[in-house]
T-cell receptor, first 112, second 112 residues
Framework: DAKTTQPPSMDCAEGRAANLPCNHS???????VYWYRQIHSQGPQYIIH???NNETNEMASLIITEDRKSSTLILPHATLRDTAVYYC?????????????FGQGTRLTINP | DSGVTQTPKHLITATGQRVTLRCSPR?????VYWYQQSLDQGLQFLIQ???????AKGNILERFSAQQFPDLHSELNLSSLELGDSALYFC???????????FGPGTRLLVL
């Protein structure tokens, strides 16, 4: 499984954009980049995923570099409720079998 | 709310005992996954079922077993419990075997 590297912690001011980086230099062509977050001890919450194009949904935007070796999750207007651990995951699915390999993630703190 | 339900929310038991955790996937989802989250190991994939059949296996101990029933709910059985089995256990589901996983709220197991 391709490994991801994330900063252990980040801070962001409320109302500003939070940009969370992720390195996945060993990613293969058929592997997707997924982002989840976990607030306290709740179940991980799906945010967004992409293969090679940039993606946007109601929660966030995902920017993937052209060589696919890194990506950035953008929360456009961070609120206090966005304080959580954010996980960047490279997902492999083979013949209907998949597993998510979670790293340590980035602990994002939104400050008032 | 992801649509995935897990029962019970909390479970306290003694070493050597056996417990069963239950998961109901989102409506229409055929695949169920189990994960364990402990303080020292982070989130670890245990096992995946797709439409009643085991599809992928992770670091699941021999003392642990799972199954998926015809109505697609799943149970994770943990036996001969040890103190180190204390953890959060999450279930996730996806439409097929390779689609986005959505996580339930988890079961917190405490072994005394």
């Amino acid at each position: 499984d391709a490994k991801t590297t994330q900063p252990p912690s980040m801070d962001c001011a409320e109302g500003r954009a939070a940009n969370l980086p992720c390195n996945h230099s060993t990613i293969s062509g058929n592997e997707y980049v997924y982002w989840y977050r976990q607030i306290h001890s709740q179940g991980p919450q799906y945010i967004i995923h992409g293969l090679k194009n940039n993606e946007t949904n109601e929660m966030a935007s995902l920017i993937i570099t052209e060589d696919r070796k890194s990506s950035t999750l953008i929360l456009p207007h961070a609120t206090l409720r966005d304080t959580a651990v954010y996980y960047c995951i490279v997902r492999v699915a083979i013949q209907g079998a998949q597993k998510l390999v979670f790293g340590q993630g980035t602990r994002l703190t939104i400050n008032p | 709310d992801s649509g995935v339900t897990q029962t019970p929310k909390h479970l306290i038991t003694a070493t050597g005992q056996r417990v069963t955790l239950r998961c109901s996937p989102r409506s229409g989802d055929l695949s169920v996954y189990w994960y364990q989250q402990s303080l020292d190991q982070g989130l670890q994939f245990l096992i995946q079922y797709y439409n009643g059949e085991e599809r992928a296996k992770g670091n699941i101990l021999e003392r642990f077993s799972a199954q998926q029933f015809p109505d697609l709910h799943s149970e994770l059985n943990l036996s001969s419990l040890e103190l180190g089995d204390s953890a959060l256990y999450f279930c996730a589901s996806s439409l097929g075997g390779a689609q986005t996983q959505y996580f339930g709220p988890g079961t917190r197991l405490l072994v005394l």
